[in-house]
């Protein structure tokens, strides 16, 4: 299958700073990015879906302005966490899909942000 | 609207037991994707299996079995002499076409030595 890598693959950070986490497929073109998070004993809940060149599109009840999504080429989507507080602490996952099949999507291996 | 159930959230076995796991789904959708996925405590989704609408046969990997009813909307995961490093998470999701995964909430499997 396909390789999509997250980078980091942890961090911690200072409630109120900003962290900017990485995805990126590396053997294919991602023309769609999702990101999950998933809180401690729960399941992946979706929070966006990026196009490449588009603007994300958000799941009901994620904060658009504190989670900001870019996907500006067909490897590469950020995610970053802005003004980081510790109910953000979560395992962030994102999952790349390219335009051969809707079903192929690719995880990545995840990123555990702790905010202190 | 979809959705995925997983009734089990935790299961305790000892090692050679064989063990199933439940999921079922709900779907308007003819076409549809069911994935079954494990989440070992490193947190990294393993792929296992990936099955279409339209394709009822059940399939076997080694250890590994998958029992797809479409007249009840079920995807069953079984794991026959379950071994110490099949603890872990496994999710059950579902995927319709131009959506994003829908994971169930997850069975925590423990197989104890």
């Known amino acids: 299958g396909a390789v999509v890598s997250q980078h980091p693959s942890w961090v911690i950070c200072k409630s109120g700073t900003s962290v900017k986490i990485e995805c990126r497929s590396l053997?294919?073109?991602?023309?769609?990015m999702f990101w999950y998070r998933q809180f401690p004993k729960q399941s992946l809940m979706l929070m966006a879906t990026?196009?490449?060149?588009?603007?994300?599109?958000?799941e009901q009840g994620v904060e658009k302005d504190k989670f900001l999504i870019n996907h500006a080429s067909l490897t590469l989507s950020t995610l970053t966490v802005t003004s980081a507080h510790p109910e953000d602490s979560s395992f962030y996952i994102c999952?790349?899909?390219?335009?051969?099949?809707?079903?192929?999507?690719?995880f990545g291996p995840g990123t555990r942000l702790t905010v202190t | 609207a979809q959705k995925v159930t997983q009734a089990q959230t935790e299961i305790s076995v000892v090692e050679k037991e064989d063990v199933t796991l439940d999921c079922v789904y709900e779907?308007?959708?003819?076409?549809?994707?069911l994935f079954w996925y494990k989440q070992p405590p490193s947190g990294e989704l393993v792929f296992l299996i990936r099955?279409?609408?339209?394709?009822?046969q059940n399939e076997i990997s080694g250890r590994y079995s998958w029992n797809f009813q479409k007249s009840t909307s079920s995807f069953n995961f079984t794991i026959t002499a379950s071994q110490v490093v099949d603890s872990a998470v496994y999710f059950c999701?579902?995927?319709?076409?131009?959506?994003?995964?829908?994971f169930g909430k997850g069975t925590t499997l423990s197989v104890s030595s």
């Open positions: 999701a579902l995927l319709e076409a131009g959506t994003a995964l829908i």
């Open positions: 999952s790349a899909g390219g335009d051969r099949a809707f079903y192929e999507q690719y």
């Open positions: 990026s196009n490449e060149g588009s603007k994300a599109t958000y």
């Open positions: 099955r279409n609408s339209f394709d009822e």
């Open positions: 779907t308007r959708d003819t076409t549809y994707y």
């Open positions: 053997d294919f073109q991602a023309t769609t």
